[in-house]
């Protein structure tokens, strides 16, 4: 299997405006999740699906984020308009569950994003 | 509610030195812990895993034991290796049924030769 694939690797753009990131889980998998990297911060979960569906997004930051999952197989975070305080690295993880028992993230490489 | 905790970093050690990174959780009910390592440019992978207490989670010479009394993960290595310089995060499963971590805040490992 490829992984979880996330695109673009990096993206610079301007204050205000729009910035999608895009993510491919592993096939199979029925967890999606978006996470937040900073210095400051550290790891933030800021929204997490099952099957498609949206079930906790209490960590997204502001009306700003909006993230879909479409169908099985790609989801996109949005930021519209973007500040430069969401300069960061956003991680996409997917893993299965088994029996209840939480199982493996599997990260992908991270959507570095500058806005200036 | 679920947290984790771990030693501030950075931490940085000779080659061949002896590794400890504590991490200590807060949870209601028997939560699976993990511990993450992140090299760098890369996304987290898992190192190593123990769902129950007592369990010991072990891989590449990393161990870790879940012990309850203490509610305590410690990562150990007996002998560091400069391949081993990463970011170590720490992390407990959600319990409340979904399939979600709870990661601490990564410990900064920088090995020297």
């Known amino acids: 299997d490829a992984g979880v694939i996330q695109s673009p690797r990096h993206e610079v753009t301007e204050m205000g405006q729009e910035v999608t990131l895009r993510c491919k889980p592993i096939?199979?998998?029925?967890?999606l999740f978006w996470y937040r990297q900073t210095m400051m911060r550290g790891l933030e979960l800021l929204i997490y699906?099952?099957?498609?569906?949206?079930?906790?997004d209490s960590g997204m930051p502001e009306d700003r984020f909006s993230a879909k999952m479409p169908n099985a197989s790609f989801s996109t975070l949005k930021i519209q308009p973007s500040e430069p305080r969401d300069s960061a690295v956003y991680f996409c993880?997917?893993?299965?569950?088994?029996?209840?028992?939480?199982?493996?993230?599997?990260f992908g490489e991270g959507s570095r994003l500058t806005v200036l | 509610g679920n947290s984790v905790t771990q030693m501030e970093g950075p931490v940085t050690l000779s080659e061949e030195a002896f590794l400890t990174i504590n991490c200590t959780y807060t949870?209601?009910?028997?939560?699976?812990l993990f511990w993450y390592v992140q090299y760098p440019g890369e996304g987290l992978q898992l190192l190593l895993k123990?769902?129950?207490?007592?369990d010991k989670g072990s891989n590449k010479g990393f161990e870790a034991t879940y012990r309850k009394e203490t509610t305590s993960f410690h990562l150990e290595k007996g002998s560091v290796q400069v391949s081993d310089s990463a970011v170590y995060f720490c992390?407990?499963?959600?319990?409340?049924?979904?399939?979600?971590?709870?990661f601490g805040t990564g410990t900064r490992l920088t090995v020297i030769p």
């Open positions: 993880a997917s893993s299965l569950q088994r029996g209840g028992q939480t199982g493996e993230l599997f």
């Open positions: 096939s199979g998998h029925d967890y």
């Open positions: 699906f099952n099957n498609n569906v949206p079930i906790d």
């Open positions: 949870a209601t009910g028997y939560p699976s």
């Open positions: 123990a769902t129950k207490a007592d």
């Open positions: 992390a407990l499963s959600d319990q409340t049924g979904a399939n979600n971590l709870f």
